[in-house]
Each structure stands twice: as C-alpha cells, then as structure tokens.
C-alpha cells in the first residue's frame, strides 16, 4: 500500500466536514458535506457501495477539498444513520436504482447543486449510472472506481443463471440474496466478524467470500486488513449496529424491479467525460467486465491500480494521482462545463 500525505477525515469530529440530516422523498438521509477554502471549482457527490458508509471517501473527501471542490457524502438507503426501511411493510422497490436515483437528484434540487460531477464505487458505480440514465442534464462528469458503467437493463436474469452462464464472479450474490445470511449476521459479534470478512485487501485471505450460502460461516473471523484501522472497524461496526444488514442486503434483492423499471430507457451512450478506474485483483468486478464501456464512452479514461476491491483506502495515493490527472486536465482544463 503506498502512503499518503493527506490526513482521512476522522469519523466523528472533523473540522473539514460538517454532518447533516436531510429528508429526501420522504426518508431521512444523513450526509457529510465539505466546502473547501477560496472559490469552489463544482460539485462532487460521491456515492458508496456495499458493505460501506460515507466512510469509505475517508481520503477522497479531503483530496477533493484540496482540489477546490464542493464534496456530499450520503450514507446511502439502508446504511449507517440514513433510514433503513424494512421490506416488508416496504416494498423491495424502495431499494431500486430508480428510487436511489431519485433520492439523490432531489437531495442534489434541495442543496441548490443545478450541475454535479458524480463519483462511485462499488452499488455506488451503478447509481452514478442510473442518475445519468434518468437525469443526464444535471450531469458534466462521471468518474466510478471499480464498477463499470452499466447501461439499461433489457432483460431479467436471476442470479443463479447470471452467475452461471455469464458472470461467475458474482456467485457471493446468491448467498446475499438468501434471507439466511442476514439472520446468520444477526448474532452477538457477527456484524464485526462479517466486516473483517468483507473489508479485505490485496494479499488478504478472502477464500471463504466466492460462495452462495452459508458466507458468514465461510467467511469466517479473520484479523482486519491492513487498511482498516481499529478506529475504522469500531466505526464501522457501530453504524451497521444500528439497522444491521437488512436494508444493504436488499440492495442484492432488486433485479427484477430494475429491469422492469428500465427495459425500455432510452440509451444512446454517455454523452459526458467519464472516468473509469479498475482495481487488477478484484476478484468480484475484474477490470474486465469494464471492457466494452469503449462502445458507448467517447470521452472515456481507463486507468488500472494494483489493489483489490477497496482500492480508496487500500491505496488512497494511487486512485488520487489519476483523479487528480483526470480533474486538472478533463474536467477543469477541458471544454466542458461544470
């Protein structure tokens, strides 16, 4: 893991940051929200995946500020101190792409944010691509670390033939579909032990994760990876403490929903800079899965760092060094607007 100068931003006090509340479409979202010193150069809304916080912008947050940008964070649907409605009575629906994006163009409307520049990893890659689906015109930049653009969904697949004819890499899908694996994470010290699981780095044991049952047990208590402090763990294990992983899980639980949401969204490309940057030991989003973006990207930068999936924290320098290429020259030296 290469160093970095920056400091991440603490999790509970941190003068850069201030944490905020805000009711969107009904539900209440938490976010954190950085204004940077001297004028701001645009908007940044950086957007989390599974199993993550705002947290995981630890070091992306203050590089961004540094940069001159404007930077929200939300805890996502079903995470840490935003709402996590309970499905049933909810419908699954709750958790659609659709409703994801939705909740943050409205977030976006509620904070006078008229053009924003989107930034995603993991689920989060995927919502960046459905606020562009349905709201290109607030959008002048995309940039997703590990999760490739994914266009419309056309048709309905469940996970067991999706994993076996076309992507095996996401056979861990099956056991998060599985009702099972959120109760197995309900007993005393799992939430922690699954996170530890989860939370792994290159060299990492991650052996027990390309299951499809029984993941907790398979997962296992190992030591925290490197990359993960003890702070960092505490944190996180507290916030899952407060809904567990119920609302996350439904996350896994939406394909059919989405599709019928979207089979028939108009898509012609993405029409705006985009930037895509692979992590080479992914195991569950492998830098190939991102290759045929190059048929509907113009104006797409790819670029590759030697980490695993959690390439934010595992090395913060690397993703930094091409964000930074990509903002100087793309997005603020590049014709267009922000």
């Given amino acids: 893991m290469a160093t970095t100068n920056i400091k991440p931003i603490h999790p509970y006090d941190d003068p850069r940051v201030t944490h905020k509340f805000q009711v969107v479409n009904g539900k209440n979202y938490h976010y954190v929200h950085g204004t940077p010193t001297g004028s701001v150069k645009g908007t940044i809304l950086c957007i989390h995946g599974f199993p993550d916080l705002w947290y ?9 500020l540094e940069k001159g940008f404007r930077v929200i964070v939300p805890d996502m649907l079903g995470y840490g101190q935003t709402d996590a409605p309970r499905v ?23 904070l ?3 053009k924003v520049i989107l930034f995603g990893h993991d689920w989060g890659g995927a919502v960046t691509a459905r606020i562009y689906l349905y709201n290109s015109e607030i959008v002048s930049h995309i940039a997703n670390v590990c999760t490739p653009f994914i266009p419309p969904i056309r048709e309905y697949i ?9 992507i095996p890499s996401f056979k861990y899908q099956i056991a998060f579909q599985d009702p099972q694996t959120e109760k ?6 799992k939430i922690r032990q699954f996170l530890k699981g989860l ?24 030591e925290r990876s490197k990359f993960m402090t003890e702070e960092d763990l505490d944190y996180f294990t507290k916030e899952y403490e407060r809904n567990g992983f119920h609302g996350p899980l439904n996350w896994y639980k939406t394909g059919k929903v989405n599709c019928g949401d979207e089979k028939d969204l108009p898509f012609e490309g993405v029409q705006v800079p985009y930037l895509f940057i692979g992590a080479k030991y992914d195991v569950a989003l492998p830098p190939a899965m991102a290759e045929s973006q190059v048929h ?17 924290v595992e090395d913060p320098e690397a993703v930094i060094e091409h964000m930074s290429e990509w903002l100087d020259s793309v997005v603020l030296g590049g014709k267009s607007k922000i």
């Fill in 56 to 64: 995981g912008y630890r070091y992306m947050i203050p590089f961004l």
């Fill in 88 to 110: 049933p009575p909810a419908d699954i629906s709750a958790y659609s792409g659709k409703n994801h994006a939705a909740d943050m163009v409205e977030l976006l409307k509620i």
């Fill in 184 to 189: 197995d994470t309900e007993a005393p010290g």
């Fill in 112 to 114: 006078n944010v008229p």
């Fill in 158 to 166: 469940p996970i067991r033939e999706l994993v076996a004819t076309r």
């Fill in 296 to 312: 509907f990207i113009p104006q797409l930068t790819t670029r590759i760092v030697d980490t695993a999936h959690w390439a934010m």
């Fill in 199 to 222: 939370h792994r780095g290159r060299g990492d044991d991650r052996s027990g994760f390309m299951v499809d049952k029984d993941i907790v047990e398979s997962v296992g208590d190992l």
